[in-house]
């Protein structure tokens, strides 16, 4: 636990062995941050671990995002560890800027990284097809049930000219699709100097030659002015698709989170986010049995997801985390008590991906390519613009490659489709 350089070299049978696995917990920018990770190590000579060889590194970057996190992240250490005992296992991320002395007593963990911001970017996105872009960390949100604020750190951007310079080199690694991602992407742009904002982001990238498409990733609904809607209804190449969480449908619930918005605020930004923008796709996050929700406030949340109609809607159940305002709230919800909420709210955010998107059936959409379905030797699977998830019929030379479909019927949470062979 001395070390402190960030390469350490594990001597086996006399000889310097550099073989890494690396394990990712968490959102799109805990993997961004992997990547950037990754590209470090590489560059010093590591090679990334493959088959059935034991690695001599472990890279562990963990999440505290929940208690379910903490514990998942806590489990893939000690399996390293159990995996080869021999290894050098080093462990970064959200826990360990929240934890790291709890870490430290676990046995055969060889270094604890807290990490930089933004150390030198990223020019590869490894074994994916869409690239994470982060260009925002920290948040000064301080919602009551969070701890990313205290683990993240206060809001900061990077520069609008790096941001350009690291998508350019994602293009020409044949990137059609970049992901743009934060903590609090909403906020980029207002530490820099001269101010900027997401708007300008967009614009620049708008600009590179090859980029097809520049996805948002989730964003809070207080940070979507009319300038962003605007400019996603006249884009060619930003996509149709906003996550915006919800958490709480209820005016009472999200004043005790400390949100800063009420659910009329947010009903009326959907209604204007659709009026504007033609079958958009709008994904949401729902947080049950905050602290003191009645049956009354859950049937608020219930309502809301209703009345916007998601296409995914991400639910959770509160778990109390340290150091948070809510950890010292009264009036606990009984645990059975928030698993059958939770499963009510499953059942009508289904009705409400079906309803959504049963008027797409028959519907021709560009999809992006992404791959072989895992399971499925015989089935392609990509996304549209607005973030339809369809199945294909296999066929080769297709990955990363966007393709006009026709949206034939829905199966799950998937379009069965069909290639469109003149387009």
Known sequence: MKQISLFPLLRVN??????????????????????????????????????????????????????????????????????NPKAYVIVTGCLVENDWKSLADIKGIGLIIKKGFFPEGISD???HTRAFLKIQDGCSNFCTYCKVSLVRG??????????VKEAKKLVSCGFQEIVLTGICLGVYGND??????????IDALEEIEGLKRIRLSSIEAGDISAKLIKRLASSKKLCRHLHIPIQSGDNLILRRMNRKYTREDYLNLVSRIKHN????????????????????????????????????????????????????????????????????????????????????????VLVLIEGMVKDKAICLEGLSDNYLKVRLAARSGLENKIVQVELKRILGENFLGEFVDNS
Do not use: W
Not at 17 to 30: D, E, P, Q, S, Y
């Open 14 to 83: 006399g000889e310097h062995v550099r073989r890494i696995k690396f394990f990712t917990l968490g959102c799109k920018a805990n993997q961004y941050d992997t990547q950037s990770i990754r590209e470090r190590f590489l560059s010093k000579g590591f090679k990334e671990n493959e088959g059935s060889l034991l690695p001599d590194y472990f890279l562990i970057n963990t999440c505290t995002v929940t208690s379910g996190a903490d514990q998942k992240s806590r489990n893939i250490i000690r399996r390293c560890i159990q995996a």
């Open 125 to 127: 996105f490894r074994q």
């Open 154 to 163: 206060k809001e900061r951007s990077k520069g609008l000219k790096q941001v």
């Open 192 to 201: 820099l100097s001269p101010k900027r904002g997401l708007v300008d982001v």
């Open 277 to 364: 923008i033609p079958d958009v796709s709008i994904t949401t996050d729902c947080l049950v049995g905050f602290p003191g929700e009645t049956e009354s406030n859950f049937n608020n949340t219930v309502d809301l997801v209703k009345r916007i109609l998601p296409l995914k809607t991400h639910i959770f159940p509160y778990s109390s985390r340290p150091g948070t305002k809510a950890a010292k709230f009264n009036n606990l919800i009984d645990a059975k008590e928030i698993k059958a909420r939770c499963a009510a709210l499953e059942a009508i955010a289904k009705d409400c991906r079906n309803r959504f998107m049963s008027k797409f059936i028959g519907r021709k």
